[in-house]
């Protein structure tokens, strides 16, 4: 056990000690050689046992995996020194991703903060100016290394959104480049508007230095990020101080905090899209206005108001055609520029080391951080069963509830692996997958722009799509009950959408891993709490909730359980998203235990905890956490009145449907044998449940549920994504008056691409001024050529001076587009001279 000293602390090596015995019959000693008899056998996890512990130090991970001490680090590493020895060591290997992101956010409160003190990124034109201030080329190339590239937009540059808008990215991109001196000319106009004064080489607003302060994170290359920004703020004139944080330390002032209070201007985050997202229209609304989050940081967004009103049509997907998305999208990100309450630095190439033994479902976008299929995956390639160590940054980072609890994606990654969901997405492709559902027929109005690719679904189309009486649209919590279609909408009522879902055979057989039997109050009862968190009249009333749900409420229609055995369920919707899949999938309701949400529904009640940050913060009590900390305590209490009065929350309804005679008493005994046994109030479906949980040490530990009975290897076909591979070649000089031939070879690890897998193939030209000069499709030439021609008249557009060539491939294999550019010059056309000899 020496080799886990790194922990820091003496306790923390003996518990950790302790948690890596084999106890009689445990994981090391259950562990058997692997053969396609074995996985077909298995049910259930793949591996019996899951330790997570902290590590913030990249640089000792390849030595962990080395030595056998652990055998994942889950989030991505972004330091060249450390990829090259992961790279070059016999013991090690990673995976790639694409899906992280860093960003400024800055803090929009004020302009006047509470002490009185001026905040400039109160102002829309700063934030807008700071565009113009970084450079983005140096931060990818320098700081990173070159494992980044510039990012501006709101459209992560891996994705399909933004191969598609290319064109309006590329002018944006243009637009705000860096341009050091128009930034400063910017800032100043708008101090002197603040009524700020330059002294020397300092601001000042009456009588005191101009502070800003830059809240750096430490535990990656954003502290080089950090101190960057925060010496060209100096340079500005601004007195700035640097605060270095953690990521829970950080958590706590930006996330957490009442910007109001000025704790900080600047902070260097970072965001990972967790899976491939092939529809980024949300965007907007999430990182831009107060529907994004419940936190303090969003309720202070004030977006213009065109930019507000496009956002929110985005989320809800309120367009009429394809066409009328993309313009509705490219108005967007101009304003998304315009209001800059962040800025967009750099995406990273994320790189995932694991031990060469271990294998597991990676997401392109998300890495094994943002994998929904890791749990299902997770093996070693010799042997079946046995112990996997994770390495995290940070474990516990937040409350863990399952209503408004942690958004850290490092608490994210172990949540999922104790939840089962109804449908699972691609790593590869982000299309749905079914997991606890049959089938899905899906009716769209005959004007909704949708696309099929899978076969698990069928897409019908309908003049019109009425919603049934019967139906529920709304919820009274006077009366305790659900409000139906009929009485809501005596005239009728349309929708442009019916998903209607076929869940398997045995979902209701199922067990939550307390051992207690599911029911369809699992599914009823988050239902009737989003609802009550969002009516002022309501005792869970929570204003950070508000927003968002007020979206849902403009495009939900309804909702209908056509049967419970077998169980079928209708949801209307206006909401649409390109992608059939991603419409059930969105739609499809998923189950919590209704009885570890009643607990902390009468917490709230009490007023002794809160589901959310927001309302945990203006009621000063605890933000709830299931697992650890003084919520425990409190949620105990309400736990013997529970089993003592039998509570159920809502009966009027719930009750209706409860499965088992005594469910409710069998619940709860079974709630407090897990308490009791496990230390927590987690009780998940999924491979593993939540064995151990261990705050000081910062350590986790889940094991194999016996409960859980898919095929072991049900998911293991998902090995590497054929990511496209582009050779573009041409002339590098080419003289004015003649036609040009550029030539494209796409493959994938050597072999020709398969055309018919290939969405989109397209070029953009670029003259020397950054201006595009014409756009359209690569033709083909075979199945292994693309060629793109350009005749005397084309080129001529160009002028003289340099040019570049981009091209961008869009495959159904992949999400993830690639691009390839070739920079070649315009010249003017060479004079031949003739020489007459003597005739």
Avoid: C
Wanted: hydrophobic content about 40%; aromatic content about 10%; overall charge negative.
């Amino acid at each position: 056990m020496k080799t886990l000293l790194w922990l820091g602390s003496a306790a923390a090596v003996v518990v950790l000690a302790v948690l890596l015995q084999p106890g009689p019959g445990g994981p090391e000693q259950q562990a058997v050689p692997v053969d396609d008899a074995a996985l077909s056998e298995r049910r259930g996890a793949l591996v019996d046992e899951i330790v997570f512990t902290q590590e913030t130090d990249p640089g000792k991970v390849t030595g962990m995996i080395e030595t056998g001490s652990h055998h994942v680090f889950a989030q991505g590493v972004t330091s060249v020194t450390v990829f090259n020895r992961i790279r070059d060591s016999q013991y090690a290997a990673h995976d790639i991703s694409y899906g992280f992101s860093v960003e400024l956010t800055l803090n929009p409160a004020g302009p006047h903060l509470d002490d009185g003190s001026l905040n400039p990124f109160h102002s829309p034109r700063v934030r807008e100016a700071l565009n113009w201030l970084v450079d983005r080329r140096y931060i990818a190339e320098e700081l990173y290394g070159g494992l980044a590239v510039p990012r501006y937009l709101a459209l992560n540059t891996a994705f399909p959104d933004y191969a598609r808008l290319a064109d309006v990215a590329r002018a944006l991109e243009l637009r705000y480049q860096h341009d050091p001196d128009r930034a400063r000319g910017v800032i100043a106009e708008e101090m002197e508007r603040f009524g700020a004064e330059r002294r020397g080489s300092r601001w000042f607003h009456d009588g005191r230095p101009v502070r800003v302060n830059v809240l750096i994170r430490t535990e990656d290359v954003r502290q080089r990020v950090g101190d960057y920004i925060a010496s060209e703020m100096e340079d500005l004139g601004f007195l700035v101080e640097r605060r270095y944080r953690t990521a829970a330390e950080a958590s706590r002032l930006w996330l957490a905090g009442d910007p109001g209070t000025g704790q900080w201007h600047i902070y260097t985050g970072g965001w990972i899209a967790t899976t491939i997202n092939r529809d980024l229209a949300e965007n907007f609304s999430f990182y831009y206005t107060s529907r994004g989050r419940p936190e303090p940081l969003w309720q202070a967004y004030d977006p213009d108001p065109e930019f507000d009103e496009i956002a929110e049509r985005l989320q809800r997907r309120d367009y009429q055609s394809w066409d009328e998305r993309q313009q509705m999208m490219a108005r967007a990100l101009e304003l998304a520029m315009e209001d800059s309450a962040r800025v967009w630095l750099v995406d990273q190439l994320s790189v995932a080391p694991r031990a060469r033994d271990v294998e597991l479902a990676v997401d392109l976008a998300g890495g094994i951080a943002g994998s929904r299929l890791w749990p299902y995956t997770l093996r070693f390639r010799d042997k079946v069963g046995g112990r996997v160590v994770f390495a995290l940054p940070s474990v516990l980072t937040e409350p863990w509830n399952p209503v408004a609890g942690t958004n850290w994606v490092n608490d994210l990654l172990i949540m999922r692996s104790l939840n089962d969901p109804p449908l699972l997405p691609d790593p590869f492709t982000g299309l749905f997958w079914p997991q606890r559902i049959d089938r899905a027929e899906l009716t769209v109005q005959e004007d909704v722009p949708v696309e099929r690719t899978h076969d698990w679904l069928r897409v019908d189309t309908e003049p019109e799509i009425a919603v049934p009486e019967e139906a529920w649209i709304g919820w009274d919590s006077t009366e305790g009950r659900f409000l139906i279609v009929g009485e809501e909408h005596p005239e009728g009522l349309t929708a442009r959408t019916r998903t209607r879902v076929y869940y398997k055979d045995n979902y209701m057989d199922r067990r939550w891993h307390d051992g207690s039997r599911v029911s369809l109050a699992d599914m009823v009862l988050p239902w009737i709490l989003d609802f009550e968190r969002a009516d002022e009249d309501s005792r869970l009333y929570d204003p950070s909730h508000a927003p968002n749900f007020q979206v849902f409420r403009r495009h939900f229609r309804g909702w209908n359980i056509i049967s419970e055995d077998p169980l079928v369920v209708d949801i209307y919707s206006d909401q649409i998203f390109p992608d059939a899949e991603t419409i059930v999938a969105q739609r499809t309701p998923s189950m919590l235990p209704w009885h570890t949400l009643a607990l902390g529904i009468r917490a709230e009640w009490a007023g002794e905890l809160a589901f959310s940050s927001h309302r945990a913060d203006r009621n000063r009590v605890d933000w709830m956490s299931l697992v650890a900390g003084p919520s425990l305590g409190t949620l105990d209490r309400h736990l013997e009145y529970a089993v003592e009065h039998g509570f159920l929350p809502f009966p009027g309804m719930v009750a209706d449907y409860l499965g088992e005679e005594d469910e409710i008493g069998e619940r709860y005994q079974a709630l407090k044998r897990w308490r009791e046994e496990r230390g927590h109030f987690w009780v998940g479906d999924g491979a593993f449940y939540l064995h151990s949980v261990h705050p000081v040490e910062r350590t986790v530990v889940l094991r194999r549920s016996e409960y859980f009975q898919d095929s072991s290897d049900k998911w293991l076909r998902f090995t590497r994504p054929a990511i496209a591979e582009l050779e573009l070649d041409g002339p590098v000089v080419v003289e004015r008056g003649d036609g040009v031939e550029f030539s494209l070879r796409i493959t994938s690890e050597g072999e020709p691409y398969p055309p018919d897998s290939l969405d989109s193939v397209r070029y953009l030209l670029f003259d020397g001024t950054g201006a595009m000069v014409r756009s359209g499709e690569v033709e083909p030439v075979d199945g292994e050529e693309w060629r793109i021609r350009m005749d005397a008249e084309e080129l001529e557009q160009l002028g003289t001076g340099a040019n570049s060539l981009e091209v961008a491939v869009t495959s159904s294999r992949v999400a993830l587009p690639s691009f390839a550019s070739h920079v070649f010059a315009t010249v003017p056309r060479r004079q031949t001279t003739t020489t007459e000899g003597d005739q």
